[in-house]
T-cell receptor
Framework: DGGITQSPKYLFRKEGQNVTLSCEQNLNHDAMYWYRQDPGQGLRLIYYSQIVNDFQKGDIAEGYSVSREKKESFPLTVTSAQKNPTAFYLC????????????FGSGTRLTVV | QKEVEQNSGPLSVPEGAIASLNCTYSDRGSQSFFWYRQYSGKSPELIMFIYSNGDKEDGRFTAQLNKASQYVSLLIRDSQPSDSATYLCAVNRVEGGADGLTFGKGTHLIIQP
């Protein structure tokens, strides 16, 4: 079955540590996205990529970095510069037009300890 | 920056009744609108998308779009307890491209048995 796989499901980060969240899709979608969701809040766009080897900042990119070396993969690194990283992180993908909506992975819940 | 507004609720509806969820948007140029359902602790799943003024029906769900008044609504007929979730309204950040969606904060719907 086609879909998006995010790992790990739960992640704990120590202060000052960088962590990388994995996102893999087998939907043959061109575009991929990272969103962050805080309790009681809507989704906020961190980064997105429309094609391999290219990506753009979303609305809240500070403290995050991404890469898009393969069409199927779009990992997100939460750096130590992100001062409030505790959140639910969602990866999504879409066709190159986004006209038919986005498909989301199951999410990674990141907690700072 | 585009804005999407939703009443956070909770909206409480008796089982078997019609649930009506509303969303307003700020950019008159928006063309594509999406409704997602999100169960607690889970990722959003796409219910419907709508581009044209008027109604679009899919099973028990009907999306309604009124571009002149800049609102989009979702009706759920014969509401079931399994419909209890948060419903997110979204619009394209940039029309015609895969540049991410802007989400409202969602309406929490409770279907009372």
């Amino acid at each position: 079955d086609g879909g998006i796989t995010q790992s790990p499901k739960y992640l704990f980060r120590k202060e000052g540590q960088n962590v990388t969240l994995s996102c893999e899709q087998n939907l043959n979608h061109d575009a991929m996205y990272w969103y962050r969701q805080d309790p009681g809040q809507g989704l906020r766009l961190i980064y997105y990529s429309q094609i391999v080897n290219d990506f753009q900042k979303g609305d809240i990119a500070e403290g995050y970095s991404v890469s898009r070396e393969k069409k199927e993969s779009f990992p997100l690194t939460v750096t130590s510069a992100q001062k409030n990283p505790t959140a639910f992180y969602l990866c999504a993908s879409s066709t190159h037009t986004g006209n038919y909506g986005y498909t989301f992975g199951s999410g990674t819940r990141l907690t700072v300890v | 920056q585009k804005e999407v507004e939703q009443n956070s609720g909770p909206l409480s509806v008796p089982e078997g009744a019609i649930a009506s969820l509303n969303c307003t948007y700020s950019d008159r140029g928006s063309q594509s609108f999406f409704w997602y359902r999100q169960y607690s602790g889970k990722s959003p799943e796409l219910i419907m998308f709508i581009y044209s003024n008027g109604d679009k029906e899919d099973g028990r769900f009907t999306a309604q779009l009124n571009k002149a008044s800049q609102y989009v609504s979702l009706l759920i007929r014969d509401s079931q307890p399994s419909d209890s979730a948060t419903y997110l309204c979204a619009v394209n950040r940039v029309e015609g491209g895969a540049d991410g969606l802007t989400f409202g904060k969602g309406t929490h719907l409770i279907i009372q048995p």
